[in-house]
C-alpha cells in the first residue's frame, strides 16, 4: 500500500513530464518559437513540465 501512495503522490510530477512535456514542445514548434540556450523544444518542455510538477506536488494542487 504504501508503495501505491508513494507513486500517487508523484503524480503531479507525472503529470507535468508525460502531458505538459510535448504540449510546451508541441506549442513552440506551432508558434515558430526557439527554446533558450539552443536545446531542443522537447527539452525545454520537460524542464518546465516537471518544474511546474514539483512546484504542484509541493503545493500539493495546481492553482496559483
Known sequence: MRLIAF??????????????APLIAALLDAAG??????????????IVGSLLGLVARQRRTWLW
Open 7 to 20: 507513486g500517487f503522490s508523484l503524480g503531479p510530477i507525472l503529470f507535468g513530464i508525460g502531458f505538459l
Open 33 to 46: 518559437l526557439r527554446a533558450p540556450f539552443g536545446v531542443s523544444p522537447l527539452t525545454a518542455g520537460l
